[in-house]
């Protein structure tokens, strides 16, 4: 349970490396604990609570390579969240029309990734996007810009973060209400 806590996405290597550090070693010999171990995590993730992913496609090494594993909970979660998506997919939530948000865009001082992203993000209605880009490509300028088109089109943008230094760097970009996603769900 410990590996599905801190990961989403968890190998048997990181169970048995949880179930190690927990295992009390007291009379047993090395080869008892190696046992030990292998054994405990045999049955670790073969519980009900945990799920097959697959091997990892890029594992160099017996252990690098092994199987993936994920959190009923969090597949769980994860499932309800895109199916949430789904259904709110060009619903017209936050939805400004084309030809102004183009022209609001580009004055922005944008490069051309984030001009792009945050017309995907403001004119398709979707009731929840997803913004990826490698640390340093300006997604919080991005979300910064799209806040300011959906600001001046009378949108309320809620800025929510995992975690509160992220939260305040958003609420500068954003010049609007933001908070961890965290302390949002328990408001």
Same mark, same amino acid.
């Given at each position: ?12 290597a ?32 073969g ?8 091997d990892?496609p890029?594992?160099? =090494?017996?252990? *690098?390579?092994?199987?993936? +594993?994920?959190? #009923?909970e969090? @597949? ?5 969240? %895109? &199916? ?22 580009? =004055?922005?001082? *944008?490069?051309?990734?984030? +001009?792009?992203? #945050?017309?995907? @993000?403001a004119?398709k209605?979707?009731f %929840? &996007? ?9 997604k ?8 300011a ?39």
């Open positions: 349970r410990a590996s599905g806590r801190r990961r989403a996405v968890f190998s048997r990181d169970v048995a490396g949880q179930v190690a550090a927990h295992l009390p070693t007291t009379g047993l010999s090395a080869i008892q604990v190696v046992r030990e171990v292998e054994r405990l995590t045999t049955l670790a993730v519980l009900g609570e945990t799920v097959p992913l697959g990892h890029r594992g160099v =090494t017996p252990r *690098l390579s092994d199987a993936r +594993y994920g959190p #009923v969090v @597949l769980s979660a994860e499932a309800r969240i %895109l &199916s949430f998506a789904q259904r709110g997919r060009r619903g017209d939530y936050g939805r400004v029309p084309l030809p102004e948000l183009m022209a609001q865009a580009k =004055t922005l001082g *944008l490069d051309a990734g984030q +001009y792009q992203a #945050v017309l995907e @993000l004119g209605g979707d %929840l &996007s997803v913004l990826t880009a490698p640390a340093g490509a300006g919080t300028r991005t979300l910064g810009a799209a806040a088109v959906w600001q001046a089109h009378q949108y309320r943008v809620v800025g929510l973060a995992p975690s509160a230094r992220a939260a305040a760097e958003l609420g500068e970009a954003t010049g609007g209400q933001t908070d961890t996603l965290a302390k949002w769900l328990h408001m």
